[in-house]
């Protein structure tokens, strides 16, 4: 049973457009999500993460929109760059499972210049 | 400061053979977690040690298992190589126990022939 849901599984997007990405999960003692980029040949990076406590996080063009109720969650890409091509991965972990995390499936995202 | 090292980087192997898999964690980093990641499934993960001690454990055979030295050095076994065993081996340190952001390395590129 997949615990984090992610969508689309490819994404095309013009330079300066926006990039939403969004993911689902099952279980609302999640508490903990967390969005990494990977590039090809490299392992994925920390991009921005949040907390079920607030709704929306911004850390430069990069935004989480955090929707409890729903139990939903996405990324959302301001002003997307080329080298913003990259999969994009959400996450979720529970607290008292140390770090045991429970990853979607990525979406890849191309920018066209 | 050193990121993650994951050696080696790429691994042919056959069928039945058995493998292992080593990584270097962040200084001061305790916790090391292994993933499986294919096309497709995404992140699966396999296992965590924190202080030489497994913690979580994934859903995954027996064949799969790991261990963490005093350094905080881990690796990672399998045993009897099956075809579906082909994916990159993703290794993440990271600084606290719980929720802390991961650190993942390049990953070894596992091949079963």
């Known amino acids: 049973q997949q615990q984090v849901k992610q969508s689309p599984q490819s994404l095309i997007v013009q330079k300066g457009g926006i990039s939403i990405i969004n993911c689902a999960y099952e279980?609302?003692?999640?508490?903990?999500f967390p969005w990494y980029q990977q590039f090809p040949g490299k392992g994925p990076a920390l991009l921005i993460a949040?907390?079920?406590?607030?709704s929306e996080k911004k850390e430069g063009r990069f935004t989480i929109s955090f929707n409890k109720s729903a139990k939903q969650f996405s990324l959302h890409i301001m002003d997307s760059q080329p080298g913003d091509s990259a999969t994009y991965f959400c996450?979720?972990?529970?607290?008292?499972?140390?770090?045991?995390?429970?990853f979607g499936t990525g979406t890849s995202l191309t920018v066209i210049p | 400061k050193a990121g993650v090292t994951q050696t080696p980087r790429y691994l042919i192997k056959t069928r039945g053979q058995q493998v292992t898999l080593s990584c270097s964690p962040i200084?001061?980093?305790?916790?090391v977690s292994w993933y499986q990641q294919t096309p497709g499934q995404g992140l699966q993960f396999l296992f965590e040690?924190?202080?030489?001690?497994?913690?979580n454990k994934g859903n995954f055979p027996g064949r799969f298992s790991g261990r963490q030295f005093s350094n905080s050095r881990s690796e990672m076994n399998v045993s009897t190589l099956e075809l579906g065993d082909s994916a990159l081996y993703l290794c993440?340190?990271?600084?606290?126990?719980?929720?802390?952001?991961?650190?993942f390395g390049n990953g070894t590129r596992l091949t079963v022939t």
């Open positions: 993440a340190s990271s600084v606290d126990t719980y929720n802390s952001p991961l650190h």
């Open positions: 040690y924190f202080s030489e001690t497994q913690r």
């Open positions: 949040i907390r079920p406590d607030v």
């Open positions: 200084s001061g980093h305790r916790s």
């Open positions: 996450a979720a972990s529970l607290t008292n499972t140390g770090n045991q995390f429970y």
């Open positions: 279980n609302t003692a999640f508490d903990y």
